[in-house]
């Protein structure tokens, strides 16, 4: 179906993906469909080695699936590609350039013809969006790792990508930290409607961050077990979230999941 913008109404569509790694063994995870809408975050939690990380690297086009597709704006990935940024839990930067090269360097690639001078606004500006433009040009050694995850951040969203990857991207920061990031991510993401599609362990986070929650049960054979839509609104803010009527029985459900639903069998006929 098509929208009013000639373009198909879900921006991801991911259709049935099966991952094994040994021939004959049980998969990693099957059955694995879901969709992502332009502007929606979508965040997958799920207990370790059930496939999260794999499932994002696929829609990444960093591996490929045993079966299965993913679909952007109506088009199978075949590879990575600049219509999606990632970023992970390392930040991944490199180490010999500084804060705006690493940043520019991204947005070189994403526009090859772009003037030097708009390179330069452009960094500026998406440094300025996670408060590091300060920092432009000390290299990542000198910077802490919320800096450098903000950095990281910074560069995957000066691409503009359809879709922004993130794989746990604040697991290995503080708490303080992390909050603020939160914060600034959900700034980035009211301002230019960036979809989504994140991994975390943090019900917290998720609950927070997300619109929509994929419950995964546990590998072998993992699958989407659950589906939850966040009932708290869009305009979401930490400092007010646990305040908020609802915020209490999704945090509530989701741990129930995590904990006491961690063996569920993949459903026969599903
Ligand atoms: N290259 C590989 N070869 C064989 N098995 C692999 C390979 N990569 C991942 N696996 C297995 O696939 C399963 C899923 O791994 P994956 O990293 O996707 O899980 P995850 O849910 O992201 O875990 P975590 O939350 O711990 O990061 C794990 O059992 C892992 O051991």
Not at 160 to 168: G, Q, S, W, Y
Not at 184 to 209: P, R
Not at 213 to 242: C, D, F, T, W, Y
Not at 247 to 262: A, E, G, P, T, W
């Amino acid at each position: 179906m098509q929208n009013e913008l000639n373009k198909p109404d879900h921006l991801v569509v991911v259709n049935s993906l099966e991952k094994r790694y040994t021939k004959g063994g049980a998969p990693v995870f099957s059955d694995i469909s879901f969709s992502i809408d332009h502007g929606e975050i979508v965040c997958m939690i799920g207990h370790s080695g059930c496939g999260k990380s794999t499932i994002l690297n696929i829609l990444a086009g960093l591996e490929s699936a045993s079966s299965g597709q993913v679909s952007i704006n109506g088009h199978t990935i075949r590879g990575p590609g600049l219509d999606r940024g990632v970023v992970f839990q390392g930040h991944a930067l490199m180490p010999w350039l500084t804060v705006e090269q690493n940043v520019a360097m991204a947005i070189r690639a994403r526009h090859p013809g772009m003037q030097r001078g708009d390179v330069k606004n452009m960094t500026e500006h998406y440094l300025g969006l996670v408060s590091l433009k300060e920092a432009m040009h000390k290299r990542p050694s000198e910077l802490s790792g919320g800096m450098r995850q903000r950095v990281g951040i910074a560069r995957a969203f000066s691409t503009t990508p359809e879709l922004l990857l993130m794989d746990e991207p604040f697991g290995a920061l503080d708490a303080l930290t992390r909050g603020v990031i939160q914060d600034e991510l959900l700034n980035i993401c009211a301002q230019t409607h960036q979809t989504v599609f994140m991994i975390t362990h943090d019900i917290d986070e998720a609950i927070l961050l997300a619109d929509r929650l994929l419950l995964m049960s546990s590998g072998p054979n993992a699958h989407i077990a659950e589906v939850v839509q966040n009932p708290l609104p869009k305009e979401r803010s930490r400092a007010e979230i646990h305040h908020k009527k609802g915020y209490s029985d999704l945090r509530n459900h989701i741990m129930d999941f995590l904990v006491q639903k961690l063996n569920l069998k993949k459903p026969e006929n599903n």
